[in-house]
């Protein structure tokens, strides 16, 4: 038997602070049918193709049937997923003005082919428009494939931010760090953002961003405070307890946190975090609302975002809080009119 201190370092974890997995020895398995089913529909609906021919966008994802998982074993990660998927298209001839509609069916999107040689078959209503069901069967599937890459980059990248856990650092490492005087400069060679050391060895980001929105910073503010609203933006129920203390929940889980801080109309301050992120790490998010005139401007700093994490956590604010809100608030203005 091996001396204390002396074993094999894959079954060591009394020394990492998550105390699990230590080196990616064991095998864990993560389900991205849910995650997946949205990030589908994300990058394929409202695909535009246009041509010499006419223009035709794809409409919803009307069938997704299947599942996908990530798995870790020994640091690597390993892929399974099948599709079945089918959409709606509509299009107008450019010369003469007719719509036509059809469909467009991926039968086996899986991990056993690539994405140049899975099938896509495109069909059509009765009628004519040929010419816009050939725009769709070249141009067409072209935007298509590129949207089935883009959907399997982000499973293999941003859905499996966290289950590459940090290895514990070297011997020799740590005491350099130890050692290191206290006086001397830090190098930021992470990002151009302050590098900061939050819990036991987890490098972390400060994320800062500015958005102008088309309404009142007391809209604004509701947005982010009331569950209908919240609702309404991100399409998925949500707990909101917009009190200090209270509780956040939003995307299925996927983001939690609480209130700390609220002054009406002003200012925002969330303990916030991404389920991918190592096991209760959050990240501070201070939200601040400007009146511009009609306008308003949102200025966003987001604190103790683990490094490897920085890219997902930027385009989580980007895609699915600040874009869906400008697409609410264009939805409320056109109700209005």
């Known amino acids: 038997m091996a001396k204390w201190g002396q074993g094999d370092p894959r079954w060591i974890v009394e020394e990492r602070a998550d105390a699990t997995n230590v080196n990616n020895w064991h095998w864990t398995e993560r389900d991205a049918t849910s995650w997946s089913k949205r990030k589908l529909k994300e990058v394929l609906e409202g695909l535009v193709v246009e041509g010499e021919a006419g223009r035709c966008e794809i409409g919803d994802l009307k069938h997704v049937e299947g599942e996908a998982s990530c798995n870790s074993r020994k640091g690597k990660l390993i892929f399974f997923y099948e599709w079945n998927l089918r959409l709606s298209w509509k299009g107008t001839v450019k010369e003469s003005g007719e719509k036509h509609k059809g469909s467009l069916e991926i039968p086996n999107l899986s991990e056993e082919n690539e994405v140049d040689d899975t099938e896509i078959n495109v069909s059509k209503k009765k009628g004519e428009g040929d010419v816009l069901k050939e725009l769709m ?60 050391m939050v819990g036991v060895k987890i490098p972390t980001v400060r994320i800062h961003m500015r958005e102008v929105f088309n309404s009142p910073a007391d809209e604004l503010y509701s947005i982010f405070t009331k569950k209908e609203l919240v609702q309404k933006f991100s399409k998925c129920p949500a707990v909101i307890e917009a009190e200090k203390g209270g509780k956040l929940q939003m995307f299925e889980g996927c983001v939690s946190g609480e209130y700390t801080e609220l002054v009406p109309s002003q200012r925002l301050v969330l303990k916030w975090r991404c389920r991918s992120w190592p096991e209760e790490h959050y990240a501070t998010v201070a939200l601040t609302f400007q009146d511009l005139a009609a306008q308003s401007e949102l200025e966003l700093e987001c604190k103790g975002v683990p490094v490897s994490h920085e890219e997902s956590t930027r385009q989580c604010w980007k895609k699915q809080y600040f874009e869906e809100i400008h697409i609410l608030l264009q939805q409320s203005k056109d109700n209005m009119e």
Do not use: N
């Open 137 to 196: 069967r070249t141009e067409g599937t072209t935007k298509v494939r590129e949207a089935l890459r883009d959907y399997l980059k982000a499973l293999k990248t941003e859905f499996t931010l966290g289950m590459i856990l940090p290895t514990k650092a070297p011997v020799g490492q740590e005491l350099a760090t130890e050692q290191k005087p206290s006086g001397s400069p830090v190098q930021d060679s992470v990002t151009p953002q302050a590098l900061d």
